[in-house]
């Protein structure tokens, strides 16, 4: 059965102390991994899709990376406006076939203290 | 542009009674995806429509829940004889084309049944 595991739950950092999320996968055939961001009472927020193993990409202090089982969300110096849910996800086939579902990790919530 | 737009925002109901979800996806795009994340179980996929085909309803948790997509835009998610467990925030994305293309989520439909 495919399953994307999160980890750490919850991190609490200091502003400007960097530190990197986890997003683990078991997936038959990857198709992607795609990462979130989710604040209070809102929708996720489309950050990154990753489609090969060694893929990078950045947005602002926020740096994504893929290995065949892992991918990892880097945050360097963050700020207090870094805080949020980090969500990552993957595709996997529905019962026609397709790869429109996606498996949610549990995600990590991050606090970021000024 | 504007992104995926969901009403109502917020419904309460009472238990027993039906009701309506609904979700404008972005303009142009062709997959349109349900979620429902509530507390404690993250976020779970209920179902897919892409074009014309049939759509994957594989994540539908029982009769009681259905969707449509007319024109191959606006979808309506109804529950109906909600229940208590069915409280919980539904969302919905788009994405342009077929998995695995990225998903846009919408700020979500928060569900209270008492």
């Known amino acids: 059965e495919d399953q994307v595991t999160q980890s750490p739950e919850a991190l609490r950092l200091q502003e400007g102390e960097s530190s990197s999320l986890n997003c683990s996968y078991t997936?038959?055939?990857?198709?992607?991994l795609f990462w979130y961001r989710q604040d209070p009472g809102k929708g996720p927020e489309f950050l990154f899709t990753l489609y090969s193993a060694g893929e990078e990409k950045e947005k602002e202090r926020l740096k994504a990376t893929l290995t065949k089982k892992e991918s990892f969300l880097h945050i360097t110096a963050p700020k207090p406006e870094d805080s949020a849910t980090y969500l990552c996800a993957v595709p996997t086939p529905g019962r026609s076939g397709n790869t429109g579902k996606l498996i949610f990790g549990q995600g990590t919530t991050l606090q970021v203290k000024p | 542009g504007a992104g995926v737009s969901q009403s109502p925002s917020n419904k309460v109901t009472e238990k027993g009674k039906d009701v309506e979800l609904r979700c404008d996806p972005i303009s142009g795009h062709t997959a349109l995806y349900w979620y429902r994340q509530s507390l404690g179980q993250g976020l779970e996929f209920l179902i897919y429509f892409q074009g014309n085909s049939a759509p994957d309803k594989s994540g539908l948790p029982s009769d009681r829940f259905s969707a449509e997509r007319t024109g191959g835009s606006v979808s309506t998610l109804t529950i109906q004889r909600t229940q208590q467990e069915d409280s919980a925030v539904y969302l919905c994305a788009s994405s342009p084309s077929s998995p695995p293309d990225t998903q846009y989520f919408g700020p979500g439909t928060r569900l209270t049944v008492l």
């Open positions: 997936v038959s055939g990857l198709r992607g």
